[in-house]
């Protein structure tokens, strides 16, 4: 008897864990753990499309390289993406609050062959916003 009851907390305890370890990372219902750096951000939302090397992929849908990519240069484009999306990228305002996306736009501007060393503020983001 005393094992079993044992076994039955040990389960109810490991419960959760095997809950948390579902493959959304950034879904608003995780938040046991949100995305902190720049490059959690990056590996928990963007990834899954454009690849851990950010080559890009030909999946469903064409996912175009964020690699050496000349049009992360001006911030206001990889920027919108973010908010509005387009085609079979979609917006990501529900997972992303504006510091986040600032800091994974910095991120992909300054990693994976691009070198944009300006990086992007919270303020920018609100600003594409409106507000
Ligand atoms: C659900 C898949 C998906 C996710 C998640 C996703 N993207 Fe995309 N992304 C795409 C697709 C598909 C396109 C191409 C859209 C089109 O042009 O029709 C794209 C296009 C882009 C572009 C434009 C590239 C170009 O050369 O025009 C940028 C920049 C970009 N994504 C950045 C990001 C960043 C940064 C993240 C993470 C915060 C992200 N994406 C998350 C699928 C995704």
Known sequence: MKTRAAFLILLALSAPAFAQGGDTPGASTNKARPPVTSEQVYQ???????????????GAAMIPALAKNPKLEEPGYPIGMIL????????LTDLLKPAQIATVVTYVRTHFGNSYKKPVTEADVKMMMGQ
């Open 84 to 91: 509005q999306g387009r085609g079979a990228m979609p917006p």
């Open 44 to 58: 928990q939302v963007c990834q899954a499309c454009h690849m851990a090397d950010a080559r890009g992929g030909k």
